[in-house]
């Protein structure tokens, strides 16, 4: 029965049939009944076009809006792989936000196990194994704009300000439709390893609130969200739907003793302490029958303390800082941030015979950066004062997009469907800036825990992009679809880039169907890769980042950025051997030439020279001059990702005993690098430690596999997650190899088993509760040897993308909708 809604083939998670919204589902989302009840119209249309010509199941399906134009497209005809993940699936996963949700339910998305400093507070995910700038978020189809907290420490994230999905209330969501298929030629850069595109709640009815509670088996981490989403009709014309939610979580503790105390004391390894609040708005009204007006808009704001490590009394007394913490101290890094994005457009049908859409957005992040419990040791060393609290500076971005897409389906004797032709430009203008912190956070050795930005280092940058696309889809006969995209875009600061794509899927009958893609891509350099630079100064050494542009970089032999390229092919199979049995098996293969890393690396003389003419002032530090070192970003190496997907559902009904939606997904991936550049003193710009960050950190396979049950009013959910091997190369710490660059320790970190379990109840007909835990067994990842884990900081491998080191999280969720 679809009645205004559909049920959403889905191909992961906790949930094989979650009801979407009709009209959310074309990125249109109407609210009128004439609206809604062509929409439905358009998926029974494409039911039955289906049916004569396949013979195809009983199920209805999704109408998606990622990787195609075509408005009557569907997931279960798509000619690239596409997963969609309903928002109550989402929620049922007993995680607060986005990223956690998702890596419960996507065996294709990983995250790092613990990040560090303000790259740990970020959401940053991984597709098919390749970084966060990599993957596109879309919001209702409209570009997002990434996060201004760049990733500074060494970890697999290294350089990357990726979309922050925190920042989206997971409250607000419809559904996701995740696109793993390079996406370039369609949205732009980025779209390298897929597309994630968050597609709002438009009902225009009804309350829905819900809690969840929960913490981890450790004892700490307590988490609590509350949400609650409404919608209203405006009249008979229109809707507004509004999403409130606030989130906390308590830090958590995953270090070892350490033997500088001899107690388990020290708080920097383990998720940081973080307080949010988010409303989102999702509107829509038609000025005519033809034409209407639609807007969104969220607005975030998030506090953040990230503890850093421990100073022990021995070490709080090395760095002559006994006279004020004569006990030690450990410093907290804190980060408050403000974080907006809203869009504005008309969208209207048959002018001209045309579909079009006119839309204006502008989105931006500013993060203010601090910490307390700290000091400056050498001002306390020179004047026996030093501040405990210090202002570290702040970094900005701003993304303004403008989009102008048609469409018009044009009808030819020789094709079996109308030719889809949709065509557009976008212009878009980025901002990026550093602002210094107070001099006492960076004179000399600056404040511990985290250096203040220097004012050598602020800069505030722009660039421009104007782009052009064309997109042609077709049904050149009953069985045989094909997808044709090229695309011109033109950035101010690195050129232009082309790319096509090509994607055609056959059907033999209604039983087996083959699908594949070839497409060129690419990933402009970030305004914060090219102009990031920091400096960092300690009685025994100095060390920091140059902006890759500028000319103190290229006077160590750096060309400057210039953007990632890459080439995508995938091949794919359908098969639907059984009524309710549905399986797909996608492979690919993702060649990036001129992958952004960072490895432009030089010391001594030539790095005193790069930071004199970096403006930096290097006179301060008394050390030997050979314990200065500098580095920057570099188009470093070249890449060849191969993969393989496969996803499988299945739907049993048991009579009196309940039904079964049955669930299966496995991801197979391997990167390989290689074409290392060099550094301007003819040194390989990677050692080992960094390759194996690009190649073996994400794990070889991640496997889930599970089902819900349902009966009456009790509903339960099991699934297992398999995380295949990850292998690190880890510094030494101690012994004869201690902090080498050359040598280090092979770390193999073994398959973990992790169970999802969830229980539910319709207590009454408004009200649902659950009781659930992700990661029952409590599984931790494989330790490390303790020297490699500095003073049992680090008791497990915190830079690979295998499972969390937080253990299992136990949660009480109750929904009420009205």
Known sequence: MIRGYILAPIVFGLSASTALAAGSGSGQNPSDKGARSQKVAVVRNTLRTTQSDHEASDEPEQVIVTGTRDPSQTAARSVSPITIIGGDQLRATGMTDIREALVQLSPSISREVNGSDQGSVVDALSLRGLNADQTLVLVNGKRRHTTAAIAVDASSQQGTTPVDLDMLPISAIDHIEILQDGAAAQYGSDAIAGVINVILKSNSHGLHMQATNGGYAAGDGFTTGENLNAGFALGQRGYVNISAEFKHQDRTQRTGIDPRTGRNNDLATGQPQVTRESIEANFGYHLTDQVELYGFGTFTHRDAERWAYLRAPSTAAADGLQGMYPNGFEPVETMPENDYGFTLGFRGKKLYGFDWDLSSTIGGDHDTLADYNSANADAYKETGYSPSRFYLGNYSNQQWTNNLDIRRGVDLPFLYRPLNIAFGGEYRRDTYSIGAGEPLSYYLSGAQGYQGETPENAVNSARHVAAAYIDLS????????????????????????????????????????????????????????????????????????????????????????????????????????????????????????????????????????????????????????????????????????????????????????????????????HTKVKDIAQTGEGNPVLNAQQISLMSTENPSNKLIFGGRWTLGKWDVAVHEIRYGHTTSNLTFVSGPNAFSTTEFYHQINRPRFVTNLEVGYQVLPQLHLALGGNNIGNAYPSRVPSFTADYNNNLYDTLSQQLSEEGGFYYLRADLKI
Not at 630 to 646: K, S, V
């Open 474 to 669: 077709t049904q050149i006969i009953s069985r045989w679809r094909v997808d044709i995209a090229g695309r011109f875009e033109h950035y101010n600061d690195v050129g232009n880039a082309r790319t096509g794509k090509i994607s055609s899927r056959y059907d033999i009958n209604k039983y087996i169907g083959f699908r594949g893609t070839a497409s060129t891509g690419f990933r402009a350099p970030t305004l914060a890769e090219q102009n990031f630079a920091a400096f960092i100064s300690s009685p025994n050494y100095a060390t920091g980042q140059i902006a890759a542009n500028s000319a103190a970089a290229r006077a160590l032999g750096s060309p400057g950025l210039r953007p990632e390229t890459s080439t995508n092919f995938s091949v794919g199979m359908i098969l639907n051997p059984l009524p309710r049995l549905h399986i797909n098996v996608d492979a690919y293969t993702i060649s990036i030439k001129h992958r952004i890393v960072d490895g432009g690396y030089a010391s001594g003389a030539r790095a005193i020279e790069a930071y004199a003419a970096a403006g930096v002032n290097t006179s301060g530090f008394a050390g030997d001059e050979s314990a200065v070192s500098t580095n920057y970003f570099t188009n470093g190496a070249n890449t060849r990702t191969t993969g393989l997907d496969i996803t499988a559902r299945y739907a049993t009904d048991f009579g009196r005993f309940g039904k079964v939606d049955w669930d299966a997904a496995v991801n197979f991936n």
